[in-house]
């Protein structure tokens, strides 16, 4: 998406914060990441804080939420529906904001999909995108 690590990928989250609050020129990549910030102001906190927060672990087994990976899903599930890669996941999303009514929530019962696709990948239960489309139809209902 716009780094080869964890370390890069928390940067541009933290650099793009920092424009916006210091109301510098943004890319359009930045105003993407901003605008998912911005719907998560439980987070701005840890934007606030580079210096503790660049190498924060969030162990999976202490049930602590990884802010990044968070806003990291959001923004992909984005470029999905931006791309419609997979296709027809465009149309799915206008489903899923019908039925929820809010586009943000409509991007979290996505997400919930794309993390146990991503699971299932790992495991070698999953093989391809038609699979992963199922797996949203079937949680839309």
Request: overall charge negative; some cysteine; proline content about 5%.
């Amino acid at each position: 998406m716009f780094g080869s690590d964890r370390q890069d990928i928390r940067q541009t989250f933290f650099d793009a914060w920092q424009k916006h609050q210091n109301k510098q020129p943004i890319e359009p990549l930045e105003s993407q990441i901003i605008d998912v910030l911005l719907m998560h102001p439980e987070y701005h906190y840890v934007l606030e804080d580079r210096e503790d927060y660049l190498d924060r672990d969030y162990p999976f087994e202490e049930g602590k939420v990884n802010p990044f990976l968070h806003m990291g899903l959001h923004m992909s599930i984005r470029e999905q529906i931006s791309t419609d890669r997979p296709q027809g996941i465009a149309d799915l999303y206008q489903q899923y904001c019908h039925k929820t009514g809010d586009p943000h929530d409509a991007e979290h019962h996505m997400m919930q999909c794309l993390v146990a696709f991503l699971r299932e990948l790992q495991e070698d239960k999953a093989s391809d995108e038609a699979e992963y489309l199922e797996m949203l139809k079937r949680q839309l209902g």
